[in-house]
């Protein structure tokens, strides 16, 4: 079993920033594809970013290619989303998700591990 456990959500004014973490335990953490997604309000679950087991290979979603950047750390077991230039249509429930597969993908239903969830809210 793999926990995720997100933070570093709140509440911001459009243009601004907020950077995503997502800490992972009970597997190698190098082993793992890493996502991000986002859920709004009456919408369903979308694609925002992937990163492969070792960093190499990164995918963003067209409408946040060149705001966002995803990272991660693989001695502190951590998958970061650091988000610039946000827009009030940003707002969104943010999930962790973690892949057990080597390849690095966008589709929602595919990656094995979720975690709870961090709300992003950026006023206009």
């Known amino acids: 079993q793999v926990q995720l456990v997100e933070s570093g959500g709140g509440l911001v004014q459009a243009g601004g920033s907020l950077r995503l973490s997502c800490a992972a335990s009970g597997r190698t953490f190098s082993t793992l594809t890493m996502g991000w997604f986002r859920q709004a309000p009456g919408k369903e679950r979308e694609f925002v970013a992937s990163i492969g087991r070792i960093g190499g290979n990164t995918y963003y979603a067209d409408s946040v290619k060149g705001r966002f950047t995803i990272s991660r750390d693989n001695v502190k077991n951590t998958v970061y989303l650091q988000m610039n230039s946000l827009k009030p249509e940003d707002t969104a429930v943010y999930y962790c998700?973690?892949?057990?597969?080597?390849?690095?993908?966008?589709?929602?239903?595919?990656?094995?591990?979720w975690g709870q969830g961090t709300q992003v809210t950026v006023s206009s």
């Open positions: 998700a973690a892949d057990l597969s080597m390849l690095v993908r966008t589709a929602v239903h595919v990656y094995d591990y």
